[in-house]
């Protein structure tokens, strides 16, 4: 099962992370057909529902920093 944040382009281009709603999905992504490498960013791509203008993405999420249990 995978993990994906969402992310929101605006109108400008300006993108938002929006990490309070992960969530996991085993399924097709549906109409999140249009990839984005995305840089300075935790994930390094991300799927939107609209290639140009504004639109909400999916990106498998990449925990960043994460402590295992034993490195406590």
């Not at 993990?3 to 938002?16: D, F, H, L, N, S």
């Not at 309070?20 to 840089?39: P, Q, R, T």
Request: charged fraction near 20%; charge should be negative.
């Amino acid at each position: 099962m995978t993990q994906y944040v969402p992310y929101v382009r605006t109108a400008q281009g300006y993108i938002e992370r929006k990490d309070y709603a992960i969530f996991n999905c085993d399924e097709s992504l549906g109409l999140y057909i249009h990839e984005e490498a995305l840089v300075g960013w935790p994930e390094p791509k991300v799927f939107w529902d609209h290639q140009t203008g504004p639109s909400v993405g999916l990106a498998p999420l990449t925990l960043v920093n994460r402590k295992e249990p034993a490195d406590i």
